[in-house]
């Protein structure tokens, strides 16, 4: 008794499952088929209203500007570095270029190889232009221009230099402990790599020197320190006859070499776009003079043009941000609108002979019916799944997510009606048959060539690739295959890491990239530099509390030793040589105030060692005496293996200015890549997370849309093992999570729905056995589904030898997502579908397998007989008003009209198709 209400239970449940299903199917179908009665009916006003709509939304462009800058696209708006950053450009804003060289040598510390650094130093310095000299622009420290290298020693005295031996340089190496030019401490292994030390820990040989040049970057000098930089680089890459290698990175090298790249490549993406056009040409229309489909395919790819001028414009109106990364979303929409494309003109080299009879707009609404609900499902899903994106906390990545939910929305509209429209107009050019280019051309008789009239690709799908698949060696041959590519990149998944490292981002033949090697190699230790930041506090009085955290930070792990530099020892001999017994009951440090920061700016304004620490302080001298407002010390933190151990070294820093003593906030540690350690903080988290929500919205969408929960799970798990196939693959590629990757991996997620969705909806249209549906989804889809994921990998084929990281980068992961996503979608899923698919829907859209198309012809088996319809199978068909009934031996089936079609073949014979 309970198992038989569990199971009238369970009957009541799919029965109101079926009844939603084919509520949600045919209110679908019918609105796309007034859409398309209406687009067929009036294709010009819809074309002219399309390009209304998009231009009022492409005013919004008059706005547009690109955003550049770290912390508004990357750092979440609530991260503390903000406030940190503002405040640090406020009172010490970066005002400094710089140009560093690696010099190379067998042991650099011969007096032949410093004699080559000294003349790489005069060569560097002699610069001169019509407006500025190096000695004009370079940064000046205790009235010197300052650059950092050993040469410092003898005070880049080349005389001094020349007449060095080799036990006079071990000698000063190891014994100058303070800089004769700018009278700071000066650790002379700080600026050698691979140093040999003898017993004693003296220096006795080095494998590398660095250079440090250090200019003002005002606004006024900045071409002509572009300029100095550019010959200086050129001078460096020549090399010296008496140094083995000489390498060199400078401000511009970034923007010269990795943006430089990128524009070489953006070049071949040009190129990758009109490869695409020349296949849509190839596979959209036939090969003939009236059936090609030139003019048609450019249309289509207007269409992809005015969606992004339409995403572009109103998200600018709203002021959402540009940033570099939306430079890939015209190669998203461009994927998904060609693969939209493929779907609606496959839907109608799909309609059958009778439909092809009807009127045009007919034929249109009838096209848009059997497509519109296809290209719902993959346009829905990837809307929601963007739109999900969005609430990121990452501003670059959420704003791109907006921009691209934007995009295909008007891209999803455009296709259905704009391109559906141009599809008209060119169906009536074909009718009048004119030439497909040359439309004032009309031939009076033409007959395509048999060749062209026949879809090679789907019937390789019906006749060839379909069977084959439905073979039972084939479908585990398949499941073997889908479980090995499952497990193998789990592994890989599971090992994905989370680090970003810029230099990846410079093309690797260039030298600012052998620069970065050489850094790794001779300085393997040198982490980033750091500033310990301190505002508008007390200082006099808060001495103790200074040096304590100044000692805390120099004995912190994450600190390289010996690089903490601090005004405050030198101002603490310098106040100790004055021999003030006022001072010294206070052990010698003044408490009050007024005092201590008269007593600073002396030591600052007036003495040789404190005018070297001149930038490291800021009085305001608009009080007397003036007041000191803030001031910093640097620091250099040690190499860190990775992003996690970089964000543990910030973190720990911060611990101690947070907890020293001072209010919270008024001591902080800065430097640039603090703003990427704090993307870092949270990216990985947000991955998943995007990752997560966009594969839930994913799966509900294909629910609704599809309208039936086994094939949504089905279709669904398309999307997650191509997602796991291509994250997994980046693992073995060597890729690590970071910006870029992050998004190349949301992107997966809409582009891998596209190559399964459309083949599951389709798998719900058609009746016929277990084995025989797949086949007819893979002829009726699989060809414009092939066509949307290749036409996608030839717009990246040509990076796949890129020189840059991040654009060989897109062509892995949008290869890989179209190689896995076909694969599930075109292998997988109809296998699958083959033993779990259900029933099709039941709706007036469900069309037969040939075999299960019942046809009453002379040259048939069956017979009409008065109102009564007999097939070669002996079943019985009796037409009564509006319904039909099917007797079969025993059984008997009541038949609403709707399932019923008669149709006449060309030598006036009935034909009859029944939708069970």
């Not at 020349?162 to 000698?171: G, K, S």
């Not at 070294?649 to 704090?678: H, V, W």
């Not at 196939?725 to 690590?736: H, N």
């Not at 990246?796 to 949008?814: C, E, H, Q, T």
Request: charged share 15%; aromatic share 12%; proline share 4%.
């Amino acid at each position: 008794m309970h198992q038989k209400s569990q199971s009238n239970s369970i009957c009541q449940c799919n029965k109101y499952l079926r009844k939603i299903s084919h509520g949600i199917i045919w209110s679908l179908e019918t609105g796309f088929y007034h859409v398309g009665h209406f687009v067929g009916t009036f294709p010009v006003l819809t074309i002219a209203l399309s390009f209304l709509v998009c231009g009022i939304a492409s005013i919004g462009m008059v706005k547009f500007k690109e955003t550049d800058i770290t912390e508004k696209l990357w750092v979440p708006s609530y991260s503390r570095i903000q406030e940190e950053k503002k405040w640090m450009t406020e009172n010490f804003p970066p005002d400094t270029r710089y140009a560093k060289v690696i010099a190379v040598e067998n042991n650099i510390l011969s007096p032949r190889s410093l004699n080559a650094m000294m003349d790489l130093y005069e060569k560097a310095i002699s610069f001169h232009d019509n407006e500025y000299s190096y000695h004009h622009m370079c940064l000046r420290v205790a009235r010197h221009c300052k650059v950092s290298s050993i040469l410092e020693i003898w005070s880049y005295n080349k005389s001094a230099i020349a007449h060095l031996t080799y036990n006079d340089v071990i000698r000063d190496i190891n014994q100058v402990k303070t800089s004769p030019l700018y009278h700071n401490k000066l650790d002379a292994t700080t600026m050698l790599g691979q140093i040999q030390f003898d017993s004693r820990g003296q220096i006795m040989a080095a494998g590398a020197a660095s250079m440090l040049f250090v200019l003002n970057d005002k606004e006024k000098m900045r071409p002509s320190a572009l300029k100095w930089e550019s010959e200086v680089i050129e001078l460096v890459q020549k090399g010296h006859a008496h140094l083995q290698e000489t390498y060199i990175y400078a401000t511009r090298s970034f923007d010269d070499e990795g943006y430089g790249a990128v524009n070489d490549d953006i070049n071949l993406l040009s190129v990758g776009i009109c490869i695409v056009l020349i296949f849509v040409i190839v596979t959209l229309g036939r090969f003939n003079l009236i059936e090609h489909k030139l003019l048609l395919s450019l249309a289509g790819l207007l269409s992809v043009g005015m969606s992004i001028g339409f995403a572009y414009g109103l998200a600018t109106t709203f002021d959402v941000i540009y940033g570099p990364v939306h430079a890939l979303m015209p190669f998203l929409l461009l994927g998904i609108g060609v693969d939209d494309m493929f779907v609606i003109v496959e839907a109608w080299k799909n309609l059958t002979p009778e439909e092809l009879k009807l009127p045009l707009p007919e034929q249109v609404a009838m096209t848009m019916k059997h497509a519109g609900v296809s290209v719902t499902v993959t346009s829905v899903t990837d809307i929601v799944a963007f739109a999900i994106g969005a609430s990121t906390v990452i501003p670059g990545l959420s704003a791109f997510c907006i921009d691209a939910a934007l995009g295909i929305l008007a891209l999803f509209i455009l296709q259905s009606t704009f391109f559906v429209a141009c599809l008209t107009l060119d169906q009536k050019r074909i009718a009048a048959r004119r030439d497909a280019i040359l439309c004032c051309l009309a031939y009076k008789s033409f007959e395509p060539n048999k060749c062209s009239q026949k879809n090679f690709l789907a019937l390789a799908f019906e006749n060839y690739i379909g069977p084959f698949l439905m073979k039972t060696p084939s479908k585990i041959i398949v499941m073997l295959v889908t479980v090995s590519l499952l497990g193998v990149n789990i592994y890989g998944f599971y090992h994905l890491k989370q680090d970003f490292d810029l230099t990846m981002y410079i093309p690797s033949n260039s030298y600012a990239h052998k620069f970065s090697k050489a850094q790794d190699k001779y300085f393997p230790n040198r982490g980033v530099d750091v500033n310990v930041y301190c505002g508008d506090i007390h200082y006099g009085s808060s001495q103790k509390i200074l040096n304590n955290m100044l000692h805390r930070i120099s004995t912190d792990p994450g600190v390289e030793n010996g690089t903490v530099i601090s005004w405050f020892p030198a101002f603490t001999t310098w106040i100790r040589s004055l021999n003030d017994s006022s001072l010294a009951m206070y052990n010698h440090y003044p408490y009050d105030e007024h005092e201590f920061d008269s007593l600073a700016i002396t030591f600052i304004e007036n003495t040789p060692v404190g005018h070297a620490f001149k930038r490291f302080v800021k009085f305001d001298k608009t009080t007397h005496p003036p007041v000191l407002k803030a001031m910093y010390f640097s620091l250099r933190h040690t190499s860190q293996p990775n992003s996690q151990a970089e964000i543990d070294a910030m973190e720990d820093l911060r611990e101690i200015t947070d907890n020293s003593g001072l209010p919270k906030g008024m001591c902080f540690p800065y430097c640039p890549q603090y703003l990427t350690y704090e993307t870092n903080k949270v990216l990985q988290v947000e991955l998943y997370r995007n990752l997560a929500l966009a594969g839930a919205c994913v799966f509900f969408v294909t629910l609704v849309l599809i309208a039936n929960v086994l094939t949504s799970l089905i279709v669904f798990t398309c999307v997650i093992f191509t997602l796991v196939d291509v994250a997994g693959t980046m693992y073995f590629w060597g890729v690590t999570i970071d910006t870029a990757s992050s998004i190349l991996l949301t992107l997966c997620v809409g582009l891998a729905v596209d190559y399964s969705a459309h083949i599951g909806h389709t798998f719900m249209t058609v009746s016929g056995a277990k084995n025989e549906r797949p086949v007819m989804a893979l002829k009726e889809i699989g060809p414009a589904v092939f066509n949307g994921g290749f036409s996608t990998f030839l717009a990246f084929v040509l990076l796949a030898n890129s020189n840059s990281y991040g654009f060989s980068l897109f062509f892995r992961v949008f290869f890989t997502v179209v190689l896995f996503g076909l694969f599930h979608g075109l292998v997988y899923l109809p296998v699958v579908l083959s033993w779990l698919g259900p029933e099709p829907y039941h709706t007036s859209s469900v069309h037969m397998s040939p075999r299960r198309q019942i046809e009453m012809d002379k040259a048939s088996n069956g017979h009409v007989e008065g109102s009564k319809l007999l097939d070669q199978r002996g079943r019985v068909f009796t037409t009564r008003g509006k319904q039909s009934s099917i007797n079969q031996g025993k059984q008997s089936f009541i038949v609403s009209a709707d399932q019923v079609r008669l149709y006449s073949n060309q030598n006036g014979c009935q034909a009859v198709m029944v939708y069970i």
